[in-house]
């Protein structure tokens, strides 16, 4: 019991300057707001990729950056391309 806390105290997976309560963050600007020219066609797979992860999953906001009202436009846009067969519902 003791050991192993012992060991999880000393094997730390991240540097000493490295304190997860003061990391950089980095303001994520939502890409469609941002870029007027973005078009979210759902027809595209290579700009429909972007927003799934590689199980099929549609890609939450935190790590799209997207805004509440574009990620409901990505939510359509991917439910309208696994319809049409562009992405896939799972992948395994
Ligand atoms: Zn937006």
């Not at 003791?2 to 994520?28: E, G, I, L, V």
């Not at 999953?57 to 409901?72: N, W």
């Given at each position: ?12 997976n ?8 003061f ?14 020219n ?15 992860n ?6 939450p906001r ?8 574009h990620?409901?436009?990505?939510t359509l846009?991917?439910?309208r ?5 562009i ?6």
């Amino acid at each position: 019991m003791a050991d192993k806390k012992q060991n999880r105290r000393n094997n730390k997976n991240y540097d000493d300057d490295y304190n997860p309560r003061f990391r950089k963050q980095r303001k994520k600007v939502c890409v469609m707001c941002s870029d007027k020219n973005f078009e979210l066609d759902y027809k595209n797979p290579e700009v429909m990729k972007k927003f799934v992860n590689d199980k099929g999953k549609i890609l939450p906001r935190r790590t799209t950056g997207a805004c509440a009202k574009h990620q409901r436009d990505i939510t359509l846009a991917v439910k309208r391309a696994r319809h049409i067969a562009i992405l896939p519902y799972s992948q395994n």
